[in-house]
């Protein structure tokens, strides 16, 4: 059996640590975080209750996971204020920020797209 030599511009994807899919883009890229991050650019701060209300089917664990993974990821930022109650609020780091751009034209690509894909 010969094997086929891989082009140049596929190594990038073989080691594992240094693949920029892997390591970046799958970080927001899952069913929810791209949601999370839309809400959060549509708004200066906000609140976990309004990101749940922005987004009904996402279960309370599923939001508190996923806002742990993008502050993780440093995309978002928490804060939370010393009052009673408690109070929590969400919003885009400047990294954060420098991504919306790119989700916003993956959107329209998708909106422009919806049709042909869902069929």
């Not at 511009?9 to 920029?20: A, F, M, V, W």
């Not at 502050?71 to 919003?91: C, M, Q, T």
Request: with cysteine.
């Amino acid at each position: 059996m010969n094997s086929i030599p891989l082009k140049e511009n596929l190594k990038k994807y073989i080691r594992i640590e240094d693949c920029p899919i892997r390591n970046v883009v799958a970080r927001f890229s899952g069913k929810w975080a791209m949601l999370v991050l839309c809400v959060l650019s549509e708004n200066e701060t906000t609140r976990f209750n309004a990101i749940a209300k922005a987004i009904p089917d996402i279960s309370p664990k599923v939001l508190t996971e996923t806002l742990k993974s993008l502050e993780k990821d440093k995309l978002i930022k928490r804060e939370l204020f010393a009052e009673i109650p408690p109070r929590v609020e969400y919003s885009l780091t400047d990294l954060g920020k420098s991504l919306i751009p790119h989700i916003e034209n993956l959107l329209k690509w998708a909106i422009d797209n919806f049709e042909a894909v869902t069929q």
